[in-house]
């Protein structure tokens, strides 16, 4: 569940991840890896067909690798964001000891960013459907120093 605001007011609303699999959020927020298991490497997304793989949950923080800004809409379909654009931050957060995640960069100004600053991982908001449910995707913010 997601609390949005509708008329000023605090409700739940119902939410869907962007795709099965990916992340999950009970109990605790996380992004679902596999572990290769003759070698140990990990990868991301967990290759669902692929039984060299075992299911692995991945570290909700990392350092940011590498970013960039995303300024102009993607091809629509696959994007289905809403008919405003606003460019966003596109980075690479490093996991320790798991694999490098490519992610939404959320919660920060452009300027701020910086390769190296520590990241956590949280949600954030696609779009709504038309049945009012939120589409939320996997995204990395800044995290607090102090937690890390």
């Known amino acids: 569940m997601y ?3 509708q008329r000023g ?10 795709a099965i699999g990916i992340f999950e959020t009970t109990p605790a927020l ?6 290769q298991r003759s070698s140990g490497r990990v990868v991301f997304p967990l290759p669902t067909d692929d039984q060299r793989f075992e ?14 800004m995303q300024r102009v809409a993607p091809k629509s379909p696959p994007y289905k964001g ?7 931050a596109v980075g690479y957060v490093e996991l320790p ?3 490098i995640v490519e992610s939404r960069l959320t919660q920060v100004r452009f300027e701020e960013l910086r ?33 890390l």
């Open 9 to 18: 007011m605090l409700r739940l609303v119902k939410t869907r991840p962007i």
């Open 115 to 147: 390769v190296g600053m520590p990241m956590e991982l949280t949600t954030l908001l696609l779009h709504t459907e038309a049945d009012g449910t939120a589409v939320v995707i996997y995204a990395f913010q800044p995290a607090p120093t102090a937690q």
């Open 55 to 68: 299911r692995v949950e991945l570290p909700h923080r990392g350092n940011l690798w590498s970013y960039t």
């Open 97 to 99: 000891g798991a694999c």
């Open 3 to 5: 609390l949005g605001r």
């Open 82 to 88: 809403g008919e405003g654009f606003e460019p966003f």
């Open 30 to 35: 996380r992004l679902i890896g596999g572990r």
